[in-house]
């Protein structure tokens, strides 16, 4: 929810070009600015571990039953970018190994349906203190894009702080993905009692325990306004090294009737140790890179903690295990391959093999099938593969990868783990003979 830029940087032509009256505040940043936050989902993230993206728990849940929204779960595709600019371009495309909401929001989002609350929407657990807050937590290394840090010390009245987001320019308008960012600095709970505000008496003062709060352009043109497409994304420490994650966007009050005039204030869920809950130390125990928060799980420590699967391998650590080791899914392993919860040698054969028999073998990487005619066919390749996308599956064909369906219909394809070394693409028979995929 927050549109934003950096002031103290030197302006350069790109930022000039860019710029426009349209925007809630703030200007677009450059390529280099604050690599480590991501478009993702609709909503704006950070990285904050090797495999792990924060981000508001609002973008995750489910509305009515106090859960992650199945898409988020296990299994499901989370494709991000770091690109500035639109179009958006080129998306990482990740596989979703677990997806955490903090449970105080799902304790929060029960207790609300139970109470006869239509759903869990934001405006359902905010105003309030509810720390709007998850993690998605995915198979798949993405180096391209830096890990930033959560800083676990407490956000003090007037610390100078970065707002960042991929959302909206105008009020009650759609997302632009234009990656904006805007220094701002935080503000006492007293901001929050203004004509319009929907937070009074001792909520006031609940809510700032819970959230850094800051000035929206409402307040002033020389600040910036959360706006949808912004959920989720980082608020920064203001330093060197511009990768000091001290929360996450997520909410906000207005001077009047929401979605006609740009926020009064913005509320960025706290990560600091101070916060009114264990917000710290939950994300120390999923894996996530903690300073100044006390000892933070690491994939270095002997012991096994945090996400590991075993004793610092596994889950969210870039070092694989062993064969004979604990393992989850196959990207836990060496081997890439998880048998029963433990990692076991590959098996002996091609990708093929077992799944289908006559296969079509090509290189790749850049692959295109061309029509895939009526009947059943196979495909084969060892190339390191990043995508795939088909078409045209209509008339019940199907699409498998590595012996595992996939929806079909155009959009990027999450690839799973090699199988033996490489990938099978099985199209079963249909009535369409223009039917096709591609690879890359």
Same mark, same amino acid.
């Given at each position: 929810m927050a549109a934003c830029n950096v002031e103290g940087y030197d302006e350069t032509s790109e930022e000039i070009a860019a710029a426009n009256d349209e925007l809630i505040g703030g200007q677009p940043a450059l390529e280099t600015q604050y690599p480590s936050t991501v478009l993702a989902s609709g909503c704006t993230a950070a990285k904050v571990g090797p495999r792990h993206f924060l981000t508001a728990a609002h973008c995750v849940d489910d509305l009515y039953t106090a859960t992650v929204e199945p898409w988020f779960g296990p299994g499901g595709s989370y494709a991000v970018s770091a690109d500035n600019t639109p179009p958006i371009s080129p998306y990482v495309n990740l596989t979703i190994q677990q997806t955490y909401i903090h449970p105080q929001w799902i304790a929060d989002c029960a207790a609300a349906r139970a109470g006869g609350a239509p759903d869990c929407g934001v405006n359902v657990l905010n105003p309030g203190y509810t720390p709007d807050l998850a993690l998605v937590v995915v198979n798949e290394l993405s180096p391209t894009i830096p890990a930033a840090v959560v800083d676990g010390a407490a956000v003090a009245v007037g610390d100078p702080v970065v707002a960042t987001?991929?959302?909206?320019?105008?009020?009650?308008?759609?997302?632009?993905?234009?990656?904006k960012i805007q220094n701002l600095t935080a503000s006492a709970s007293s901001i929050l009692n203004h004509p319009g505000s929907y937070v009074s008496g001792a909520a006031i003062n609940d809510v700032a325990a819970s959230y850094v709060l800051t000035p929206g352009y409402a307040a002033s043109t020389s600040y910036a306004s959360l706006c949808p497409g912004d959920s989720g994304g980082p608020l920064y420490r203001q330093s060197a090294t511009d990768l000091i994650v001290v929360g996450v966007n997520a909410y906000y009050t207005f001077p009047s009737a929401p979605g006609s005039n740009p926020s009064?204030?913005?509320?960025?869920?706290?990560?600091?140790?101070?916060?009114?809950?264990?917000?710290?130390?939950?994300?120390?125990?999923?894996?996530?890179?903690?300073?100044?928060?006390?000892?933070?799980?690491?994939?270095?420590?002997?012991?096994? *903690?945090?996400?590991? /699967?075993?004793?610092? +391998?596994?889950?969210?650590?870039?070092?694989?295990?062993?064969? =004979?080791?604990? &393992? %989850?899914? *196959?990207?836990?392993? /060496?081997?890439?391959? +998880?048998?029963?919860?433990?990692?076991?040698?590959?098996?002996? =054969?091609?990708? &093929? %093999?077992?799944?289908?028999?006559?296969?079509?073998?090509?290189?790749?990487?850049?692959?295109?099938?061309?029509?895939?005619?009526?009947?059943?066919?196979?495909?084969?390749?060892?190339?390191?593969?990043?995508?795939?996308?088909?078409?045209?599956?209509?008339s019940g064909r199907t699409f498998e990868v590595n012996g595992t369906a996939v929806t079909c219909n155009g959009s990027n394809i999450p690839l799973p783990a090699k199988r033996n070394g490489g990938y099978c693409f099985e199209a079963s028979a249909g009535n369409q003979a223009w039917a096709y995929f591609s690879t890359w």
């Open positions: 987001g991929y959302g909206c320019e105008t009020p009650g308008g759609a997302p632009t993905n234009v990656f009064q204030t913005n509320w960025h869920t706290r990560l600091d140790t101070s916060a009114r809950y264990a917000v710290t130390s939950w994300l120390q125990a999923l894996g996530v890179s903690v300073i100044n928060g006390g000892t933070a799980p690491t994939c270095t420590d002997g012991v096994q *903690n945090g996400t590991e /699967t075993d004793v610092d +391998c596994g889950g969210t650590c870039s070092a694989d295990c062993a064969n =004979g080791d604990t &393992c %989850s899914v *196959n990207a836990d392993c /060496t081997s890439q391959s +998880c048998v029963a919860g433990v990692c076991q040698p590959q098996s002996s =054969g091609t990708a &093929c %093999s077992g799944l289908c028999t006559g296969p079509t073998v090509f290189a790749g990487p850049s692959y295109n099938s061309g029509n895939l005619g009526t009947g059943a066919r196979c495909f084969e390749t060892t190339a390191n593969l990043t995508g795939a996308n088909c078409g045209s599956f209509a």
